[in-house]
């Protein structure tokens, strides 16, 4: 949530959030998970739908299946028209399972066919589609197929964790592929890479981009936040990139 606001504040928009979980972790270790109850939850989404008008939505971290069926049922109530980018997180960087194992096939039946946009990285679009963690590019696009299959209007397959000397994410909206490459950088400040690309997506769609344009903003954004990440330095391990760094689209 935190890099999710600090994105939305950096591109201009105004976020409002529905905590479903909150968490005690740093760069390397889970020390707690505690799921918020479904009805707060649900009076939360209550609160941001009926108290504003939404121009984007942006899943994170649900937790639970009774998250899962919460979050599914107030978007499966809003307007088609409003884009919903879902970040369909199933474990963090530091290993710690981030989703149960009884919600993930709710995840994929309930708020994947409402998602304009599905962003999983290797590790959960194989536990989505049922198969390995993709060891290339074309494994990636046969898993973003298969996405689409399941009713996402549209998929990125990030390929932050395969080798090479680009991050190269695989994006597929039932009609055509499109190869989005950036050089692999050498930074220690990584963390919140996902949440933050995901965020920068649904803050260009709420400015009016196009999809494959947000997606295309969205990772040069990233590029430029990863870019200055080790300018300054929080502590151990793998801290926040920099979400206020120079960018040519600066609001
Ligand atoms: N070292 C890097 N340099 C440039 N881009 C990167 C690097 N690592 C990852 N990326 C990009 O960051 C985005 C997130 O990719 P990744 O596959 O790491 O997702 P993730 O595992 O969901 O991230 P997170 O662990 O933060 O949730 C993708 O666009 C990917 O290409
Ligand atoms: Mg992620």
């Not at 707690?32 to 939404?54: C, K, M, R």
């Not at 309930?110 to 590019?137: F, K, M, Q, Y």
């Not at 890479?193 to 040069?220: N, P, W």
Request: aromatic share 4%.
């Amino acid at each position: 949530l935190q890099a999710d606001l600090n994105t939305f504040l950096a591109l201009g928009v105004h976020g409002a959030t529905v905590v479903t979980a909150v968490t005690a972790q740093d760069s390397e270790r889970m020390l707690g998970i505690h799921p918020i109850p479904a009805q707060t939850i649900a009076a939360q989404l209550e609160a941001v739908f009926s108290g504003l008008s939404v121009d984007a939505v942006k899943t994170g971290m649900l937790g639970t299946a009774e998250a899962v069926v919460t979050v599914a049922a107030a978007l499966e109530r809003v307007s088609r028209d409003i884009p919903v980018i879902v970040d369909p997180v199933i474990a963090a960087t530091n290993g710690a399972r981030l989703l149960s194992p009884d919600a993930e096939a709710l995840l994929a039946r309930r708020l994947i066919p409402r998602a304009t946009l599905v962003t999983p990285n290797l590790h959960e679009a194989a536990v989505l589609t049922g198969g390995e963690p993709a060891p290339n590019e074309d494994s990636m696009k046969a898993q973003a197929e298969r996405l689409v299959e399941r009713g996402a209007r549209a998929v990125l397959v990030k390929g932050g964790h395969l080798p090479g000397p680009d991050a190269v994410d695989i994006f597929f909206d039932g009609k055509s592929f499109r190869r989005f490459a950036t050089p692999r950088l050498a930074v220690r400040n990584t963390r919140g890479t996902g949440c933050t690309l995901a965020s920068a997506i649904a803050a260009f769609m709420a400015k009016g981009s196009e999809l494959d344009e947000a997606v295309s903003k969205a990772k040069r954004y990233l590029q430029a936040a990863l870019q200055e990440a080790d300018e300054r330095d929080f502590g151990t391990g793998a801290g926040p990139l920099h979400h206020f760094c120079h960018w040519e689209g600066a609001p």
